[in-house]
T-cell receptor
């Protein structure tokens, strides 16, 4: 079964706007990772946030983690057409440390 | 330092044939994960291996599927007697270790298997 579930399933915005995607999960986690996948390609690792961290930044990306709500958000600021892709969160929990993926959010950025 | 290398990128097999998918992890990585992705869906975990050991194969079908990660050479995902339902993209990821440390998993470009 899916551990992480992204919301919304699809998001369509204009270039320059911010895009926010959310990920909810069911059980306590060790780490949460965000990935990007362009159509027909492999996954690109964006950010890993550990369970004892609350926020991380990388360029135009900002990830937050709220373990009390079992949720994470990925914010892409000043979006570009090249950000068009599917975005996945992956969590690992317990002693397994195997990343488990949600179904993803499909982001379309219109130029 | 090359990334995770998967080959072939595309593989076409007739029903009943065998499919062999290869994955060379990043240099220095000893942990390999295999995932399957159907169109418009997320990645489903199949199997987690370390060198010469299968650590977790809970996501892999019991029949027709097998995986190995020998001491030398790439990890191999083998699908025997393929059926149309096996058509999917198969992704491999590698990490240097597993644990509470900062262990990102890096993915290859995938192998797209088509069974005709």
């Amino acid at each position: 079964s899916q551990q992480g579930e992204e919301d919304p399933q699809a998001l369509s915005i204009q270039e320059g706007e911010n895009a926010t995607m959310n990920c909810s999960y069911k059980t306590s986690i060790n780490n949460l990772q965000w990935y990007r996948q362009n159509s027909g390609r492999g996954l690109v690792h964006l950010i890993l946030i550990r369970s004892n961290e609350r926020e991380k930044h990388s360029g135009r990306l900002r990830v937050t983690l709220d373990t009390s709500k079992k949720s994470s958000s990925l914010l892409i600021t000043a979006s570009r057409a090249a950000d068009t892709a599917s975005y996945f969160c992956a969590t690992d929990s317990g002693g397994s440390y195997i990343p488990t993926f949600g179904r993803g959010t499909s982001l379309i950025v219109h130029p | 330092n090359a990334g995770v290398m998967q080959n072939p990128r595309h593989l076409v097999r007739r029903r009943g044939q065998e499919a062999r998918l290869r994955c060379s992890p990043m240099k220095g990585h000893s942990h390999v994960y295999w995932y399957r992705q159907l169109p418009e869906e997320g990645l489903k975990f199949m199997v987690y291996l370390q060198k010469e050991n299968i650590i977790d194969e809970s996501g892999m079908p019991k029949e027709r599927f097998s995986a190995e990660f020998p001491k030398e050479g790439p990890s191999i995902l083998r699908i025997q007697q393929v059926v149309r339902g096996d058509s999917a993209a198969y992704f491999c990821a590698s990490s240097p270790a597993a644990g509470r440390a900062n262990t990102e998993a890096f993915f290859g470009q995938g192998t797209r298997l088509t069974v005709v």
